[in-house]
């Protein structure tokens, strides 16, 4: 573990500069993220991990043979920041993207039986490019699905600066421009759960508008989905420590901080079992009820509003059979509690049979219910979606639960959400809660990390790596 030598030594490679320290808190995406960025702008990191593993909230762990995800994750072509880290810690190849978006979309709810539809984009421009995906789409009528680009219209002319977008519920909004409740669940709640982790009612205007904006309506290929092909452990923890080890971060896991503090020097130390670590610089990137723990006084104007922003969860339920019962990666589902299910075989490792998993998000009613319970509901239901199932046995059935998986994205959270920069010189804030504008997702945790590393590097008088993450100039 680093201490201080209170030196104001060169850096190797670096004459004359004074070496500089820095502590990130928490082996999240954030503060990965910013530990490679201040380690590459040649300050010497510490980074503090509480749990055995890097990752934070996108992790694997062993069951058995089994390589397990605590959760399905994916990100979208727009992810630019995450798409940077990926490269970063050269794992790109491992987390592809599709060549262009084609969701399968099935539903079992009409009594004319299952029926699967695609939402899908032609190589056409904005929007035109998810025209024909929609004129098409069978899950909605006709005048549903002319309301649903009229929406979609209106929805592109809203300025995401506009403040008073976070005030509203989406919900209300799809209402006053005419969709439908099918609508609702069929087209804008199927992506909008999986995305903001709440239906429409639950969600602030300005997160989804953000979602559908920069997903749907910016670039063609904004969307085209992307997921690790391997363990979100072989990236998050492995990868991330190679690039970590590389950059020169001193890692340390298993260490929880106790406390942080400033002396009249303002300079800062960090507590440790057993331990005090010595920084010009702290970048707190923990969840934020964690960072309200931490905080000293005086270092937010109102630190209790970290305490108001909520928490949803999402339950991943996992089942594996013995034969192949699914032949897509994954697909999106309607008339059933399934939301999306993904092919999670090769990833984990399985040798025979195959392994599905069960990403359901904003799953408040069933986050506790016995597994028993969950098992009964959705066994039937995958029999339902998936006939090869029946008369296949399952082998292993089991759920993750992540009761705090995600902020809840409730209107008006958005001014909760706290800016990098605090009102104490050289305490930094990052995490996917953080204000970025988007919603908790690894992209939003990365966007954290470089904001973090920007704000201290500047205070630092250094200046930033030059492949670093660039945000876009606002349009
Ligand atoms: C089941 C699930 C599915 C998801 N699906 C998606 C998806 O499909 N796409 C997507 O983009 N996002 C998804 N997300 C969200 C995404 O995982 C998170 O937004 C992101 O990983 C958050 O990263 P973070 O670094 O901000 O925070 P965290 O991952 O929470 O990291 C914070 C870290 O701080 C550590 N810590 C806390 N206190 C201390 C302390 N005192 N000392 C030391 N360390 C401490 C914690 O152990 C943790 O590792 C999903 C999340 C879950 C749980």
Same mark, same amino acid.
């Given at each position: 573990?680093?201490?201080? %030598? ?9 004459? $004359? ?24 702008? &040649? ?50 190849? *491992? ?44 899950? *909605? ?15 592109? $002319? ?36 999986? %995305? ?15 979602? +559908? ?25 492995? #990868?991330?420590?190679?690039? *970590? ?16 503090? %400033? /002396? ?32 000293? /006084? ?32 994954? +697909?999106?589902?309607?008339?059933? =509690?399934?939301?999306?299910? +993904? ?36 066994? =039937? ?16 059935? +089991? ?12 209107? &008006? ?15 930094? *804030? ?26 201290? #590097? ?18």
């Amino acid at each position: 573990m680093t201490d201080d %030598t209170g030196s104001d030594e060169p850096l190797a490679g670096m004459p $004359g500069r004074p070496a500089r320290d820095a502590v990130v808190i928490g082996g999240g995406l954030a503060g990965i993220t910013a530990a490679l960025a201040l380690a590459d702008a &040649g300050i010497r990191v510490t980074l503090i991990e509480g749990r055995p593993r890097l990752g934070g909230l996108a992790f694997s762990f062993q069951r058995g043979e089994l390589t397990v995800d605590n959760g399905q994750h994916v990100y979208l072509r727009c992810c630019t920041a995450y798409r940077w880290f990926l490269d970063r810690i050269e794992g790109t190849a *491992l987390a592809p993207l599709q060549d262009r978006l084609d969701v399968p979309v099935l539903d079992i709810g009409k009594p004319e039986g299952r029926r699967l539809g695609r939402l899908r984009r032609d190589p056409l421009p904005v929007p035109l490019h998810l025209g024909r995906s929609l004129a098409t789409y069978p899950h *909605l009528s006709l005048a549903e699905r002319a309301k649903v680009g009229r929406a979609a219209l209106a929805l592109k $002319g809203l300025d995401l600066a506009d403040p008073t977008l976070d005030t509203q519920d989406f919900g209300s909004w799809l209402a006053a421009h005419g969709q439908s409740a099918r609508a609702v669940e069929a087209l804008w709640d199927l992506v909008g759960v999986a %995305t903001l982790n709440a239906v429409a009612g639950d969600a602030s205007l300005g997160l989804a508008a953000m979602v +559908f904006k920069t997903g749907l309506l910016s670039d063609p290929g904004a969307a085209d989905i992307g997921w690790a092909h391997v363990p979100l452990g072989e990236l998050h923890d492995r #990868l991330a420590r190679k690039a *970590l080890d590389s950059a020169g971060v001193r890692t340390e896991v298993r260490t929880r901080v106790t406390s942080i503090s %400033t /002396d009249e020097n303002g300079r800062w130390s960090v507590q440790v079992p057993g331990e005090t670590l010595q920084a010009d610089a702290v970048v707190l990137a923990v969840p934020q009820r964690e960072a309200h723990e931490l905080l000293p /006084d005086g270092a937010l104007d109102h630190p209790d509003q970290l305490l108001d922003i909520g928490t949803a969860p999402i339950l991943n339920v996992h089942v594996v059979y013995d034969r192949k019962v699914l032949s897509r990666p994954f +697909f999106a589902a309607l008339g059933t =509690p399934v939301q999306w299910v +993904f092919d999670r075989t090769a990833a984990s490792g399985l040798r025979e049979g195959q392994y599905l998993a069960l990403s359901q998000s904003a799953a408040h009613d069933e986050i506790d219910a016995p597994v028993a319970t969950l098992r009964e509901r959705y066994l =039937p239901e995958l029999e339902r979606l998936l006939p090869a199932t029946r008369g296949a046995e399952v082998k292993d059935f +089991f759920v993750t639960r992540e009761r705090t998986a995600t902020f809840a994205p409730t209107p &008006g959270v958005g001014r909760l959400r706290p800016g990098a920069r605090t009102k104490a010189p050289g305490l930094y *804030l990052a995490g996917a809660w953080t204000a970025t504008g988007w919603p908790a997702t690894m992209e939003s945790a990365v966007r954290s990390g470089v904001s973090a590393a920007d704000a201290a #590097l500047s205070a630092l008088g250094r200046s930033r790596p030059s492949d670093l993450f660039e945000f876009e100039e606002a349009a």
